[in-house]
């Protein structure tokens, strides 16, 4: 509009104190509930704290909620619900006495989650996070029809933005306030699906995971929840699964032999990258010089696409076996690698690329997982046996820890309804 400007607020940051500043300046008179909340923010163990209050609204929430609460719960899902509770409801009442903002669609509070929880469930995993209007007209009208709703689309939205405060419009472009609200809605319609749609939920997440889509989109915050919320189903329909089929790739029952250790590499990766990428003039890292250009190399191993499927189970120990390869790879084989390799073809045929991108890949691959010899003599060390044993052992304890939570819970809800 003519005569205005737009600005957009960035981030709270709480290494350069705006976090705290911005608290202190909501509590100027309550310098004792404001010193606890900032300890509580410096001592939050989860980082979806730090993340969340980067944001002014959320933050002010986080406020109302401690206020409230006198503390910040370990679990996320509990904080989410204080915080939802906080949007809907307490923080009118809470900033505005006696104030509550008119809902113009005339749903209440169990029937707006009711629709967030179908919209977020569909939203998350059609990889959407920012909607546009038709998008969510769209949604809106299926979970309408199936769940018997009747109320104006524009008055819904409306109230999201303002009545409610959940959801952003950035220039046509309508958001939650924050991603990890859309997840806590999705995981609370997973928890309340039946047993055979909750089955196929977590089939579907397995089988996204290998396609790298959920891989982006950080889906560890959603399984998160889901282990807290739906701990049963989660552990019974997604964290078994997983353990079991990583004991069947690398043979956990095996001893730690040779044959052992190259199932574990043969596991994570299918040969070797080579990737290039243009030095800086001032920089110390080793280069090659092809065609007057200065190009870095550098190689590591080629990631399995099956790796993915049980990444967020196994992620610190295969992040552990990437580290110790690309060392390896650098360190004592480059100059055996290198000169196995037309280094100038290579570039010549992948220059376009290069010169676009900064950086390409060419691939030796290990056909039929046969690792070679010299390869093989350079990896094979007593630190790979470790990390090979430890992961192993991981796999080992956390799926006995799996199967006695899932025993456990079925002995448990049995014993409990043979008390009526």
Known sequence: MPLFSNFKIKDL???????KGFVYRQLENEKEIANKIIQSIENAKGKYIHSFLKNPLLLSLYILTFQSYASIPDKKYIFY???????????DSKTKLGFVREKLC???????????????????????????TDYVYDKLKAIKERKKYSFDNEKFILDLKSAIG?????????????RSLQEYFAASFIKELKEQENTRVYEKIISKLGDHDLIVREIENLLTLLEEMDTFNYFNNYYIKILNE???????????????????INYFTEGISIKFGHIQPKSKRKSL?????NLHLEFSPSVKESVYRGIQVHFLYTQKLHRYLVEKLNENLREKLISGIDIAELVKDNFESANKLN??????????????????????????????????????????????????????????????
Do not use: C
């Open 13 to 19: 940051s709480l290494e350069h104190g705006e976090i």
């Open 81 to 91: 619900r204080r915080v939802i509770n906080a949007l809907f409801s307490e923080h």
């Open 106 to 132: 005339g749903l209440n509070q169990e029937q707006f989650e009711d629709i967030l929880k179908a919209f977020s469930f569909i939203s998350y995993f059609e990889n959407k996070f920012d909607f546009e």
């Open 166 to 178: 959940i959801w952003v419009d950035d220039e046509g472009q309508l958001s939650f306030t924050h």
């Open 246 to 264: 990583l004991a069947i790739d690398i043979d956990v029952n095996n001893n730690i032999t040779d044959e052992y250790v190259k199932k574990y």
């Open 289 to 293: 010089q092809i065609d007057g250009k």
């Open 359 to 420: 950086s390409f890949v060419s691939l030796i691959f290990f056909e039929n997982d046969v690792i070679p010899q010299e390869v093989w003599n350079e990896l094979y060390t007593s630190e790979l046996i470790d990390l090979a044993n430890e992961f192993r052992n991981f796999i080992i304890l956390e799926s006995q820890k799996a199967n006695k939570l899932i025993s456990t819970t079925k002995d448990t809800e049995k014993d409990m309804v043979d008390l009526i």
